[in-house]
């Protein structure tokens, strides 16, 4: 679970404007940061399935969000790419 000082370090690197708290990038990076958390978790707890499913539908909707990214602007797509380090 991320703690609220680590959410808001998120949302200020990642946020497109001043008020921006809900736009893809916000969500992709916020998204992101819990993969990887439960991606660590789950190295040292095997059995955790149940964690494991959750993992599943995050990286989907990761997935989701990264697509509409794509087709809306490619430009601010590769940026955020580069930036989480994704790909490359």
Same mark, same amino acid.
């Given at each position: 679970?991320?703690?609220?000082? !680590? *959410?808001? +370090?998120?949302?200020?690197?990642? +946020?497109?404007?001043?008020?921006? %708290?809900?736009?893809?990038?916000?969500?992709?990076?916020? @998204?992101?940061?819990?993969? $990887?958390?439960? %991606?660590?978790?789950? %190295?040292?707890? #095997? +059995?955790?399935?149940?964690?494991? %499913?959750?993992?599943?539908?995050?990286?989907? !909707?990761? +997935?989701?969000?990264?697509? /509409?990214? #794509? #087709?809306? $602007?490619?430009?601010? /797509?590769?940026?955020?790419? !580069?930036? @989480?380090?994704?790909? *490359?």
């Amino acid at each position: 679970m991320l703690r609220k000082e !680590q *959410k808001e +370090k998120i949302i200020s690197t990642s +946020k497109v404007h001043a008020a921006d %708290t809900g736009s893809a990038e916000v969500q992709i990076a916020l @998204l992101s940061e819990r993969i $990887n958390l439960l %991606t660590r978790h789950l %190295t040292s707890s #095997k +059995k955790d399935f149940h964690s494991r %499913t959750g993992l599943m539908k995050l990286v989907g !909707q990761r +997935k989701r969000l990264l697509a /509409y990214m #794509k #087709k809306e $602007n490619s430009g601010r /797509y590769e940026k955020l790419i !580069q930036r @989480l380090g994704l790909r *490359k």
